[in-house]
């Protein structure tokens, strides 16, 4: 607007008295006023522009602007600086050539507007949509005449602004203090211490006659086979199959299930590198953990493949995309030491130095996965990738990565809520028309379904048949009371609540993480069968109290699924 008064080219009627007056202050103040305001033009109606107002002050450090300048923001902001330099203002901008640009919370160099307007351009192409959605409200709360809605609007952005946005915090969940350091032992202890793209070669699921004519499954003994012959059931019994492996149930799961997906074609690898990759893996998980062994990754695959056979996944998802939740599913506690995040890091573990106190675990059992299963050129034959296309690679890579991080309890509700925002659908409308409010299926809408699905699988146990529950509640019970008892005797932190209480800590667990997140899926797969399972189980523990106490005494073996 070169020459022109800011005030000269407004149309009062339109643009409102409120943000008129509000413009007048930010310039009576010195300050950089930014928002959205109604134009008039020269023989035509008024228009909507995105306008700044940027006060200059002369060398002589005056508190007060000499003049301001003012640009359409979707002008190219070069453009403003030539109308500058060919204003009426030349000659003081020459003047001022050391002097200052004020903005609200910082000087700087009238020589760096040509470097800040640049950065400018560049960061306007890459403006995440929070900082639009600020700027909108912004200028929604400029114009508004109320006090009360200008004030909802400030404590909404307040919220925005939050770098936990999807995270709820334990205060608005509960108030039992008994609740809260559960939670927040689960969480880190926060009080303790700071597309897969690929060649569809086929159908993502082999024939069963496929996979059963391979060499392992025509040698498996009798006992293990008809165990496997139930792995599609949700009340399928791993445990029972732990003891008839002698605890290799992964190996044994793990070879039935990828091949069932396809894993032998789509990665063009022998069936002996498949065996020699999942005989590492399940030899790198410790037998010693009575909970974070290979038994839980069997059982969080044989969930995630569960997930899997559903229509709606089928709809979203390709082959490589279920091969890498399989495999992330198979790795996702890798090397598990049987402790917490939280304790690692009040030990100043090695591995909580290494990844700097974040996501320690989750950041050693994807790095693990990897450097197990691309190792050196001679040891080709552990490599189940070594044959994928480089870009293909990288995607499942990427994917499987992602999936084991998901597992975070830290960012739990972050992965909720954003589910809960894409609000994806899956299936028809009540007159049986394929919903139309579904949104594209983009890569991002694949990786928050596949994060979501081993999140769930991951912690499914509640929402098991209560046998199963409540052999599953034991081994955790086991494995985190031996973690408190190392903390009482170095006198280190207690970054988990007691677990005395094994049916109370069950009901925190699905009231405070479980219920919601689990229904959430469950009703995205359409599996209300896994819902009321959850609600069966979930009444189990809540059925015991100081008048009916829990019968069973904590004598579980980590080779027996009886209590």
């Known amino acids: 607007m070169v020459g022109k008064s800011t005030d000269s080219l407004l149309n009062e009627e339109k643009t409102g008295q409120g943000l008129i007056e509000t413009?007048?202050?930010?310039?009576?103040?010195?300050?950089?006023?930014?928002?959205?305001?109604?134009?008039n033009r020269k023989g035509q109606d008024p228009i909507s522009v995105e306008m700044k107002i940027m006060p200059v002050f002369d060398a002589e450090g005056n508190n007060l602007p000499s003049h301001f300048v003012t640009c359409r923001?979707?002008?190219?902001?070069?453009?403003?600086?030539?109308?500058?330099?060919?204003?009426?203002?030349n000659s003081t901008a020459r003047r001022m050539s050391n002097g200052r640009v004020r903005t609200e919370s910082?000087?700087?160099s009238i020589n760096s507007i040509s470097v800040n307007n640049t950065s400018r351009r560049l960061s306007k192409q890459v403006d995440a949509p929070i900082i639009k959605i600020l700027t909108m409200l912004r200028s929604i709360q400029d114009t508004s005449p109320q006090q009360l809605p200008a004030q909802l609007i400030e404590n909404v952005m307040a919220m925005l602004r939050s770098s936990?946005?999807?995270?709820?915090g334990s205060n608005s969940l509960t108030e039992d203090p008994e609740a809260l350091g559960f939670m927040d032992g689960l969480m880190e202890?926060?009080?303790?211490?700071?597309?897969?793209?690929?060649?569809?070669?086929?159908?993502?699921?082999?024939?069963?006659?496929?996979?059963?004519?391979?060499?392992?499954?025509?040698s498996l003994p009798t006992l293990i086979k008809e165990n496997l012959t139930k792995r599609k059931?949700?009340?399928?019994?791993?445990?029972?199959?732990?003891?008839?492996?002698?605890?290799?149930?992964?190996?044994?799961?793990?070879?039935?299930?990828?091949?069932?997906?396809?894993?032998?074609?789509?990665?063009?690898?022998?069936?002996?590198?498949?065996?020699?990759?999942?005989?590492l893996i399940e030899s790198s998980y410790r037998s010693s953990n009575t909970y974070h062994n290979s038994t839980h990754a069997a059982d969080v695959l044989q969930a995630s493949a569960y997930f899997c056979r559903s229509e709606c996944m089928e709809k979203f998802l390709d082959p490589t995309d279920f091969l890498a939740l399989l495999i992330a599913s198979i790795c996702h506690d890798i090397d598990h030491p049987g402790r917490t995040n939280a304790f690692l890091c009040n030990v100043s573990h090695e591995l909580a130095i290494m990844y700097n106190d974040s996501a320690v675990l989750e950041s050693h059992h994807s790095a693990t996965t990897f450097k197990l299963s691309c190792q050196s050129a001679e040891q080709k034959n552990v490599n189940i990738f070594q044959n994928l296309e480089p870009e293909n690679f990288k995607a499942?890579?990427?994917?499987?990565?992602?999936?084991?991080?998901?597992?975070?309890?830290?960012?739990?509700?972050?992965?909720?809520?954003?589910?809960?925002?894409?609000?994806?659908?899956?299936?028809?409308?009540e007159d049986g028309e394929e919903?139309?409010?579904?949104?594209?299926?983009?890569?991002?809408?694949?990786?928050?379904i596949l994060r979501m699905a081993i999140k769930c699988a991951d912690i499914s146990n509640p929402s098991r048949n209560v046998s199963l529950a409540r052999a599953w509640a034991h081994r955790i019970v086991l494995e985190y009371r031996d973690q408190i008892a190392e903390e009482k005797s170095r006198k280190l932190p207690q970054s988990l609540s007691p677990f005395d209480d094994i049916p109370k800590s069950q009901v925190f667990f699905v009231h405070l993480f479980a219920k919601d997140l689990l229904s959430a899926y469950y009703e995205f797969l359409e599996f209300n069968h896994l819902t009321d399972q959850l609600t069966e189980t979930f009444e189990y523990w809540d059925s015991f109290n100081e008048e009916n106490p829990y019968p069973h005494a904590l004598t579980l073996s980590t080779s027996s699924n009886s209590t």
């Open 23 to 39: 413009m007048q202050k930010f310039k009576a103040e010195g300050k950089v006023w930014e928002g959205v305001v109604v134009h």
């Open 73 to 89: 923001l979707e002008l190219n902001p070069t453009l403003c600086r030539s109308c500058i330099n060919k204003t009426q203002y």
């Open 106 to 108: 910082s000087n700087t």
């Open 164 to 168: 936990e946005l999807y995270n709820p």
């Open 189 to 218: 202890g926060r009080g303790t211490r700071p597309s897969v793209t690929g060649d569809t070669i086929l159908s993502h699921r082999e024939s069963t006659a496929a996979f059963n004519n391979t060499t392992l499954m025509q």
């Open 233 to 279: 059931d949700w009340d399928y019994d791993v445990l029972e199959l732990e003891r008839l492996s002698t605890h290799r149930p992964l190996f044994y799961l793990g070879f039935d299930i990828l091949c069932e997906f396809g894993i032998l074609n789509l990665f063009k690898i022998e069936e002996t590198t498949l065996r020699n990759w999942l005989g």
């Open 396 to 429: 499942i890579r990427k994917s499987i990565i992602s999936m084991i991080l998901a597992t975070d309890m830290t960012q739990h509700f972050a992965h909720y809520n954003k589910f809960l925002a894409v609000n994806l659908k899956c299936g028809s409308s």
């Open 435 to 448: 919903s139309m409010t579904q949104p594209p299926v983009s890569q991002e809408n694949k990786s928050l």
